[in-house]
């Protein structure tokens, strides 16, 4: 198996290290992936001490031996509630979704959701041109 791509019901959102996306440190902006590397805790939705959101290196830091060594993002690293929310998907990975062939049948199933990531790169359009 194979942690390219998963989907995480926790978050809503595509998962793995082939899904492009940017930090979830709110305003950050750093390009990285939603691999196992860049997950608050090391593991899948965030394994035991975790909250499962993706953080570049300078938002994330490593725990001491009573939460396993494990990389946390700073909320989760001191023991607090996470107040971070995940961000948007990064427009190469909804173009992708919209234009891959893999991605054909998913297209079929959800249109009302092919619709929500059309809607959100047209916004994104705007944003950059303002």
Same mark, same amino acid.
């Given at each position: 198996?194979?942690?390219?791509?998963?989907?995480?019901?926790?978050?809503?959102?595509?998962?793995?290290?082939?899904?492009?996306? $940017?930090?979830?440190?709110? /305003? %950050? *902006?750093?390009?990285?992936?939603?691999?196992?590397?860049?997950?608050? &805790?090391? #593991?899948? $939705?965030?394994?035991?001490? /975790? %909250? *499962?959101?993706?953080?570049?290196?300078?938002?994330?830091?490593?725990? &001491?031996? #009573?939460?396993?060594?494990?990389?946390?993002?700073?909320?989760?690293?001191?023991?607090?509630?996470?107040?971070?929310?995940?961000?948007?998907?990064?427009?190469?990975?909804?173009?992708?979704?919209?234009?891959?062939?893999?991605?054909?049948?998913?297209?079929?199933?959800?249109?009302?959701?092919?619709?929500?990531?059309?809607?959100?790169?047209?916004?994104?359009?705007?944003?950059?041109?303002?």
């Amino acid at each position: 198996m194979g942690w390219s791509v998963g989907y995480d019901s926790n978050w809503n959102r595509d998962i793995g290290y082939g899904v492009p996306a $940017y930090c979830d440190h709110p /305003g %950050c *902006g750093e390009v990285i992936d939603r691999g196992l590397s860049y997950v608050c &805790g090391g #593991a899948p $939705y965030g394994g035991e001490h /975790g %909250c *499962g959101l993706f953080f570049c290196s300078a938002h994330r830091r490593m725990a &001491g031996d #009573a939460r396993n060594g494990v990389q946390l993002c700073t909320r989760c690293r001191y023991g607090k509630p996470s107040t971070h929310a995940a961000t948007a998907d990064h427009p190469r990975w909804m173009r992708h979704k919209l234009d891959d062939a893999s991605w054909k049948a998913w297209r079929a199933e959800n249109p009302q959701l092919v619709e929500a990531i059309r809607d959100q790169l047209r916004a994104t359009a705007r944003e950059l041109v303002q």
